[in-house]
């Protein structure tokens, strides 16, 4: 093996090389050197220079892949989950004093109304109180807000906003509602510029009305 390793070396700095850890585009032409340096012998040449290094420590294993969540059964979570927008404050919310004598009520329907369209208009009105849209902090003014068939909301916090608490933070007196036929209450809910109401609270009386029919026409319109 010394002869061996010996000739081998020659060859090597002959073709301009040093060592026997050349890159790896250059293992073609090594291979051939060594088999023209020692003839028969340059196949045990070729393995031991293909062998690793003794006592070289093995290339380390990639670190394992991380799970995702949902993979394992886990809920995702939400990075973009939005705030409880009506979350109650350590001190509560502050309610706007109402002023003694308002008064709040539905000019139309009347209770008990008999109505042939599903097309209603429902006109509000109010005495010793006046009208200002939302964000409005003006003593002794709020804004309209229509419940359908629904009972009052908790009177210390901001009303929903959906299908059976009906806003008009415009400062609209009037509007028209679309419902089936059937039985149907309303009721109006005054609110400060925060959707909350008043203390006392301002509210109308309950009324009930009947839809049975289905005409087009907007049935109230004065």
């Known amino acids: 093996m010394g002869e061996l390793h010996r000739l081998t070396m020659l060859s090597l700095e002959a073709e301009g090389f040093r060592g026997c850890c050349a890159p790896g585009w250059r293992t073609a032409r090594m291979v051939r050197m060594i088999r023209r340096a020692a003839g028969p012998s340059g196949a045990l ?106 009972d009052l909301p908790p009177m210390d916090q901001p009303i929903p906003n959906d299908k059976h608490h009906l806003h008009f933070g415009l400062g609209q007196t009037e509007t028209v509602i679309e419902l089936p036929p059937g039985t149907h209450t309303l009721q109006l809910l005054m609110a400060d510029g925060d959707h909350i109401p008043h203390d006392p609270p301002l509210m109308s009386k309950k009324i009930t009305i009947h839809v049975v029919g289905t005409e087009s026409r907007v049935a109230g319109t004065r």
């Open 45 to 150: 040449a070729i393995a031991l220079l293909a062998a690793p290094a003794f006592g070289q420590e093995p290339a380390a294993a990639p670190p394992p892949a991380q799970e995702h969540p949902a993979a394992a059964g886990q809920a995702a979570p939400d990075a973009h989950a939005a705030p409880d927008a009506h979350a109650v404050p350590a001190g509560g919310f502050k309610r706007t004093p109402a002023p003694a004598g308002a008064y709040v009520y539905i000019g139309w329907p009347n209770d008990g109304e008999v109505i042939h369209s599903t097309h209603i208009h429902v006109w509000f009105g109010t005495r010793n109180f006046g009208v200002a849209p939302a964000g409005t902090y003006k003593p002794n003014t709020g804004h309209h807000h229509l419940l359908v068939d629904t």
